[in-house]
């Protein structure tokens, strides 16, 4: 009988603890924090730290710089039941404080992704990484540790991807390719480890006087390559590259901008890829 009643008291005790453990464990029925990304770099950050803690919604089509962008109806209906809506702060969010007057959400927090650089270059993306952390913990600091552990080991992920690219490019040589590329591809084209001889804003930037100086330089410093930023303008520098002799290039400055590169390390393979395979 004692044996028997130690047996029962055991079998309790263990269902206690497995329930106890089972309720620490998010389930699909956990209420997970929701998120209004400005932009799908913003979006691949926040699923890598946060996973399944966080619903993410992207807000910018990746095919579009968020300075062209206007919101829609379902955005202000999204972010009215969204509990954090982090911008990636990039120049020509000016339709921000009007987008989050008319969700008229009080529980909303806006904060933005402080990192003066290009979020594809590795280390600007590491350093998104860590304030992306720091958000989620002011926001949501039940789940610090998870978002701790998530964050380590995607910066060592960036980490291998920078590594394993800049072998590659090195490989190729590219140090000694001049290049004239859209403003915003310049600082990624010099991480690759070309060299930017010109540059150019958008398409309407791009005046007769322009052009000629641009043509003039890319004669003059042997230019192979003319890269247009995705988002601004596709195909902006084709009337230039085809007055020097060079090949025209689009490259995306946010994941999901070409088929099968919804996130970042996607997204940063493509572009290298494309370089690469335009110099052979």
């Not at 497995?18 to 389930?27: E, I, N, Y």
């Not at 689009?250 to 572009?271: M, V």
């Amino acid at each position: 009988m004692h044996r028997k009643l130690l047996f029962i008291v055991g079998l309790l005790m263990s269902a206690v603890m497995l329930a106890s453990l089972a309720g620490c464990v998010p389930t699909e029925n956990t209420p997970k924090l929701k998120v209004m990304a400005g932009t799908s770099l913003v979006t691949t950050i926040v699923n890598k730290v946060g996973g399944i803690h966080v619903e993410v919604t992207n807000l910018v089509p990746p095919s579009q710089h968020p300075g062209n962008f206007d919101p829609k109806p379902s955005d202000i209906q999204n972010l009215s039941t969204a509990k954090l809506f982090l911008l990636q702060g990039v120049p020509g969010e000016t339709y921000v404080d009007k987008l989050v007057n008319a969700a008229n959400n009080p529980d909303l927090k806006v904060r933005e992704v402080s990192v003066p650089g290009n979020l594809m270059i590795p280390s600007f993306q590491s350093q998104a990484v860590d304030s992306v952390l720091t958000i989620l913990t002011e926001v949501d600091p039940d789940n610090v540790a998870d978002y701790q552990a998530a964050a380590v080991g995607y910066k060592q992920a960036i980490t291998d991807k920078d590594n394993e690219l800049k072998a590659k490019l090195v490989k190729a040589n590219v140090a000694g390719i001049n290049v004239i590329a859209s403003t915003r591809q310049a600082d990624f084209l010099t991480w690759a480890g070309f060299t930017v001889v010109g540059t150019f804003d958008s398409a309407a930037s791009l005046t007769p006087q322009v052009v000629k100086d641009l043509v003039d330089v890319g004669k003059a410093k042997g230019v192979k390559l003319v890269i247009n930023n995705l988002q601004d303008s596709e195909d902006a520098g084709k009337g230039i590259a085809a007055s020097i002799g060079a090949k025209n290039l689009n490259l995306s400055s946010f994941p999901g901008g070409f088929p099968n590169t919804e996130t970042w390390a996607q997204a940063i393979d493509y572009n290298v890829n494309l370089l690469l395979n335009s110099i052979k």
